[in-house]
């Protein structure tokens, strides 16, 4: 699935605008507005229309958005890991391997925090602040990890990877 030689274009937009409310959502939620006021339940719904049209778009989206162009994959993340080792850059047409599995993990862990809060909200849940914040600040462990990744690629060469993210566009 890896191939070395396709060119690359900027994320379309609404995977960037997908990905930038979900990032500010969660900062926001999770560093700053308490969970018990109203603020907290507009940003948390924000971010579960970001999380639904991203999880919608993976499957009727452009094809480098598609979940079918970034399979889960231990074996690729694997091979992935012995590249960088190597010290081989391949470029891969969607999320890199390793980036793969961060997304998917973050979108799991999002869906968890979305999902309690409903419940939560519905009265359906019971007790499940725990659970919900537990899940959030997994999310926000994982973040810098997934920034320290990203600036990882960047590092190793590929340097249109945090602008193909911003402006969709690649550096002439
Ligand atoms: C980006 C998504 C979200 C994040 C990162 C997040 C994070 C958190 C965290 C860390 C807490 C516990 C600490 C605190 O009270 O501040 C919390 C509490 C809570 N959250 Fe969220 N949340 C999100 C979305 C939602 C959604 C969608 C709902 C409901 C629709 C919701 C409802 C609640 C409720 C009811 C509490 C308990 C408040 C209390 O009784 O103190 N959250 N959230
Ligand atoms: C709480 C904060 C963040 C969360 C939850 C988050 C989550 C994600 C997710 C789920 C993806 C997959 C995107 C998709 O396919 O729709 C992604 C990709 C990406 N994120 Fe973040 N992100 C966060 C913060 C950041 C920050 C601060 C940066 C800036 C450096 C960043 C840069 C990127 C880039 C460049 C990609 C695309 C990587 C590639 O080309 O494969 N993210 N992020």
Known sequence: ???????????DPLVRLTHWGTASAVLLNGVLVEGDGQAHLWIGYAALTFLGLRLIWGLVGPRE?????????????????????????????????????MAYTL?????????????????????????????????????????AGVLFEKLRGDGDVIRRMITGEKRE
Not at 1 to 11: E, H, I, L, N
């Open 107 to 147: 979108w799991a862990l999002l869906a968890l925090v979305v999902g309690t809060g409903l419940m939560m909200e519905t009265g359906a849940g019971g007790d499940l602040e725990d659970l919900h914040s537990a899940a959030a600040y997994l999310v926000l462990l994982l973040a810098p990890i997934h920034v």
């Open 1 to 11: 699935m890896s191939d070395t030689s396709v060119p690359r274009a900027g994320w």
């Open 65 to 101: 958005a598609r979940f079918s162009a970034f399979r889960p994959s231990l074996a690729r993340a694997r091979d992935h890991l012995g590249d960088i080792w190597l010290g081989r850059r391949v470029t891969h047409r969607s999320h890199n391997p390793l980036g793969a599995l």
